[in-house]
Nanobody, 115 residues
């Protein structure tokens, strides 16, 4: 299993980014996918999950409404669209899948939000 995140980088408050996670080594279209993040000095936390067919999504804080998870099963890729970013969104963002009861993570992509 391999998960490769991309799309991170320095962004100003109020800006947007779209993260991508390219997956390989397993049947992507049969697995739910998630994005997590880990801020400096804090524990890793769930951001969003999308079911195997994209039919359902869940967010850690749906009231925020600033993040959208999506997937393209033809490209074996899951995305995280982040809008109106705030300094508290600063973190390393990780792609995650559980396959055959094993948890897999990508290497992470850094998202610093600062002016």
């Amino acid at each position: 299993v391999r998960l490769v995140e991309s799309g991170g980088g320095l962004v100003q408050p109020g800006g947007s980014l779209r993260l991508s996670c390219a997956a390989s080594g397993f049947t992507f279209s049969r697995h739910d996918m998630s994005w997590y993040r880990q801020a400096p000095g804090k524990e890793r936390e769930l951001v969003a999950t999308i079911t195997f067919n994209g039919g359902n999504t869940n967010y850690a804080d749906p009231k925020k409404g600033r993040f959208t998870i999506s997937r393209d099963n033809a490209k074996n890729t899951v995305y995280l669209q982040m809008n109106n970013l705030k300094p508290e969104d600063t973190a390393v963002y990780y792609c995650h899948v559980r396959s055959s009861w094993v948890h897999y993570w990508g290497q992470g992509t850094q998202v610093p939000v600062s002016s």
